[in-house]
């Protein structure tokens, strides 16, 4: 298995520009994650998705963020513009149940950088 | 979800057994314990997770007190790789898939 994907690994980009985080979650799981991790906030849940459908966006941080899944074996987190505070790190993981007694397993991350 | 008390920092020699503490007074009675690890620069990594009763796994062990109110996350030979922030996290019933991380404590094993 070769775990949950995450593209690209890092992306710099400058403010204004859109950017799009990619990932393939692990086959077979039904529920995809979205986190993202700064040094002052530590890491916080953005978004998830139960079969393709958002059930919780409360963590998003505003309009400017949106989350899609088109299909059980990819999503998209695009920033549209971005903007230097949006410089973090964001995880996907993905989940086979949403029960207490399941786990759920990260990607290595995507480190966006915006100039 | 229930918050967790856990120390900022702790040290550890190499070879050594590390325990980790973390304290959730106000868990409830169906809300289990997880714990994760994050080693820089990778993503969160599952330890291991418990109720009531002790387990065993093959990474580490978890001990909950009786009245569920404290843990204690053991790795019994600790090596360079367990370096990392480890996360104790107390996690609602089915339903409630949220996990939320605190500032964890940042462990380093010293050779």
């Known amino acids: 298995d070769a775990g949950v994907i995450q593209s690209p690994r890092h992306e710099v980009t400058e403010m204004g520009q859109e950017v799009t985080l990619r990932c393939k979650p692990i086959s077979g799981h039904d529920y995809l994650f979205w986190y993202r991790q700064t040094m002052m906030r530590g890491l916080e849940l953005l978004i998830y998705f139960n079969n393709n459908v958002p059930i919780d966006d409360s963590g998003m941080p505003e309009d400017r963020f949106s989350a899609k899944m088109p299909n059980a074996s990819f999503s998209t987190l695009k920033i549209q513009p971005s903007e230097p505070r949006d410089s973090a790190v964001y995880f996907c993981?993905?989940?086979?149940?949403?029960?207490?007694?399941?786990?759920?397993?990260f990607g290595p991350g995507t480190r966006l950088t915006v100039l | 979800d229930a918050k967790t008390t856990q120390p900022t920092s702790m040290d550890c020699a190499e070879g050594r057994a590390a325990n980790l503490p973390c304290n959730h007074s106000?868990?409830?009675?169906?809300?289990?314990v997880y714990w994760y690890r994050q080693i820089h620069s990778q993503g969160p990594q599952y330890i291991i997770h418990g109720l009531k009763n002790n387990e065993t796994n093959e990474m580490a062990s978890l001990i909950i007190t009786e009245d569920r109110k404290s843990s204690t996350l053991i790795l019994p030979h600790a090596t360079l790789r367990d370096t990392a922030v480890y996360y104790c996290i107390v996690r609602g019933n089915f339903g409630n898939e949220k996990l939320t991380f605190g500032t964890g404590t940042r462990l380093t094993i010293i050779p």
């Open positions: 106000t868990i409830s009675g169906n809300e289990y």
């Open positions: 993981a993905s989940s086979r149940l949403a029960h207490s007694t399941d786990t759920q397993y």
